[in-house]
């Protein structure tokens, strides 16, 4: 037979493996349910099914889109080939601003509705998401 | 402009000083010559001494405003005051690398002068990885990232430093993190060295242990002085976001920490050599890890000054050179390990360490996996992904209750062996009085779930348990003593801060009035006033409690000039209960503004708490050795 320390020895590389094995598991399990996927309207556009999970939307907040009373700010997010129409009670960043980059978070009504439950803060001035960069790079 | 080429030149300089070090540790290290005086002290004064000049020479340009250097035209303005001028040297990709190397070269200064006990072919070693880094670094900068290209015609003006950055406590946010970040390369090099010498035993362990706290120490300091940053400057209301940027600098922390209680039992008991140097290897990686990371302009956030691919690949060939070489000395020399006979007892103090090190490196796994795969997916199959708060919310605050518990236990039990601890029934009557206890607060104040309030009675524990510990009066422990109670502090506030927060957030003109809880919020009026750099506007808010106590609240929006950027300086009235934090923002026009008001208990004890574990880590850094 094996030795005591052998034994032992085996039994820690047993539960290390095994901790470590449930570790990913867990991380990789929680991160399907709680990955927030980034999509711009056109994309929305063209899902084949309403996702009700929680998503992203980024792109430019089209001119004279704000529409804003004392609970809420409707806009619109518009990626220069489709549009998309935001509704939001809350806090809004310093940049928040028409024809300015911005993400909004939160859930699909249908194709064209999008009620988001936060707007994210972007630091830089000259921020735009990385898409629309592209789409202005080729016009 | 003389500055530049003094600047420029003084790196090159301590480039060519910097390879004859290298190249005469090594010729030492064959010779074996140990009674002939080396004079790499000099040498190791001159390099640093070559880098501060050049450091120097930027700021001055800085403060002179020398628009003909690139580096200050694209961060500085005329109108900045001198203060900023300053932090603005370190506010930028190129002289924040330069603080970087700065720091390398200082901390391999103090390493040499102050390690005169240990063997010289260790020192020397010791010097020769660390050469290799600064090596690096300097190359580095002077290839992708030199602050002292200059640019013709000279500009009349600079474009300015983004005012989110201009502010007193992130002045000195970077050298204060850069001083955690880069003197753990000494624990890397040095590690690396004993290793290579077969030293790695205690008396290793005593003389790196002052390195790691001095680390220690600063990262901590560091991360408080951002996320207090945050706290009243971003206005978001609250002090960490899981931000990729903020996990980054918490990753090299959480490393470090473990090696800190992995060196004790190195120290005390000549236990886990080999984990002690694959930690220091970790610690340092997911240093440069992070200055990759967030200089790159992978991740997107304030803390990204360029984006310039070619700078990010360098330093990806970098890291992977380090972990490579790193990973094949420790392969190569791991038989030099001394494999102790030691036993290792369940019911230790070595055993708990070790399961607290296993807990640690889960969490540190977590956020590593949460914060890099949106960055692999997004190379990989150009799916963008976030991964957000309720994600380590649900991996990490599970995982929090049984290290709690241990936390509250091990410290109490001795080294190598253990009786049953004695009042075993007095610990259990209490952990049962504590769950009462927290099931009666979240109770009264909502949201019960099972696992807060099971956290909650492991935080209120593990309180009791380090303050009685505190009180003591066994001054041999003192500095563990305040450290784990000032992390038993910090945890209850998080929890307390996070289940009584409240908020109310509208869009209001100027006039009119809303109900909070038991209080009306009036918008009074907008004062308009113009400074130098910038406009501002101030809302004057007055808060009515129901017993009719009046609170004005001032928060202000900020329009600078150079460059153009609206910023929201909160009013936060703080006290030892609670803080009130007024925050107000701009939307469209200037009818209405969008309004946040907060009510955060405990918050300061926040900031106090982290203070406090800080604080029990100086004392061990300071405390004179017994016997």
């Known amino acids: 037979m094996y030795g005591r320390k052998v034994k032992l020895r085996i039994l820690f590389l047993v539960a290390l493996i095994s901790s470590i094995i449930l570790t990913i598991f867990l991380i990789l399990k929680s991160l399907e349910e709680n990955v927030v996927y980034f999509l711009s309207p056109t994309e929305v556009k063209s899902l084949n099914e309403l996702t009700q999970d929680k998503i992203r939307i980024g792109g430019m907040v089209k001119e004279n889109s704000i529409d804003i009373s004392s609970e809420k700010i409707n806009f619109v997010i518009t990626d220069f080939n489709n549009e998309i129409n935001v509704m939001y009670s809350g806090l809004v960043p310093n940049l928040f601003q028409e024809n300015k980059g911005v993400v909004a978070e939160g859930f699909l009504e249908d194709k064209n509705y999008f009620k988001a439950e936060k707007i994210l803060a972007k630091h830089d001035e000259n921020y735009m998401p990385p898409e629309i960069k592209e789409k202005l790079g080729e016009k | ?627």
């Open chain 2, 1 to 627: 402009m003389i500055f530049n080429y003094i600047g420029n030149y003084s790196l090159i300089i301590s480039v060519i000083i910097s390879l004859t070090i290298f190249f005469l540790s090594i010729s030492n290290l064959q010779k074996i010559n140990i009674k002939k005086k080396i004079n790499l002290n000099k040498l190791n004064f001159f390099q640093f001494f070559f880098v501060l000049v050049s450091f120097f020479s930027l700021v001055v340009l800085f403060v002179l405003s020398e628009f003909s250097n690139i580096t200050v035209f694209n961060n500085s303005h005329t109108t900045k005051p001198l203060f900023y001028k300053i932090s603005g040297t370190w506010g930028n990709h190129e002289g924040s690398l330069l603080l970087w190397l700065l720091i390398l070269t200082l901390s391999l200064f103090i390493y040499f002068l102050s390690s005169k006990s240990r063997p010289i072919k260790e020192r020397l070693l010791t010097l020769i990885f660390q050469e290799v880094i600064i090596i690096g670094f300097l190359i580095f900068i002077i290839k992708t990232s030199n602050p002292f290209n200059q640019i013709f015609p000279i500009p009349k003006e600079g474009l300015g430093l983004n005012p989110i950055l201009q502010d007193p406590i992130l002045a000195i946010h970077p050298p204060v993190l850069y001083l955690g970040y880069v003197s753990t390369s000494i624990i890397f090099s040095s590690s690396l060295a004993s290793l290579v010498q077969g030293n790695v035993n205690n008396l290793w362990a005593k003389h790196i242990k002052k390195w790691i706290f001095a680390s220690w120490i600063f990262l901590t300091i560091g991360i408080l002085l951002g996320s207090i940053w945050a706290y009243y400057e971003l206005g978001w209301g609250g002090f960490w976001f899981w931000d990729p940027v903020e996990n980054i600098s918490l990753m090299p922390w959480l490393s470090l920490t473990a090696l800190l209680h992995c060196i004790l039992v190195l120290e005390k008991r000549s236990l886990l050599s080999s984990w002690t140097i694959i930690l220091s290897i970790s610690t340092f990686t997911l240093s440069v890890c992070g200055t990759f990371l967030v200089r790159s302009g992978i991740l997107n956030s304030v803390h990204t000054f360029a984006n310039d691919p070619e700078r990010g690949l360098f330093i990806l060939i970098f890291l992977f050179i380090l972990v490579f070489l790193s990973l094949v000395i420790y392969f190569l020399f791991e038989k030099n390990l001394k494999t102790n006979n030691n036993k290792f007892n369940l019911l230790t103090k070595e055993s708990s360490i070790l399961i607290n090190n296993w807990f640690i490196m889960y969490f540190l796994s977590v956020i590593l996996i949460g914060t890099i795969y949106p960055i692999f997916l997004e190379v990989l199959s150009d799916q963008k992904i976030s991964v957000g708060p309720p994600f380590f919310n649900k991996l990490l605050i599970p995982f929090l209750i049984p290290f709690l518990i241990f936390m509250s236990i091990g410290p109490n039990l001795n080294w190598i062996k253990n009786k049953i601890f004695e009042n075993k029934i007095q610990l259990i009557i209490f952990f049962i009085l504590n769950l009462i206890l927290s099931f009666f607060i979240i109770k009264i104040f909502g949201r019960i779930t099972l696992t807060f309030t099971i956290l909650l009675a492991a935080s209120f524990y593990l309180f009791y348990i380090t303050f009685k510990d505190l009180i003591k009066k066994d001054y041999k422990n003192i500095s563990q003593a305040i450290s784990h109670f000032g992390f038993s502090l910090l945890i209850l506030s998080i929890l307390m801060n996070s289940i009584l927060s409240k908020e109310i957030i509208a869009n209001l003109k100027v006039g009119e009035e809303i109900k909070f809880m038991e209080s009306t919020i009036k918008f009074k009026k907008v004062e308009n006033s113009s400074r130098s750099n910038f406009k501002s506007l101030v809302g004057f808010f007055e808060i009515n409690n129901k017993d009719d106590k009046k609170f004005l609240f001032k928060p202000e929006i900020r329009i600078y000039n150079q460059p153009q950027v609206i910023t929201s300086e909160a009013d936060i009235k703080t006290n030892f209960f609670k803080d009130k934090f007024f925050v107000i923002n701009l939307v469209k026009g200037e009818n209405y503004f969008n309004i946040r008001y907060q009510e955060k208990p405990l918050m300061i004890w926040i900031w106090l708490s982290t203070i406090l574990i800080a604080i029990g880590g100086s004392v061990s850094f300071f405390k004179r050795y017994e016997k």
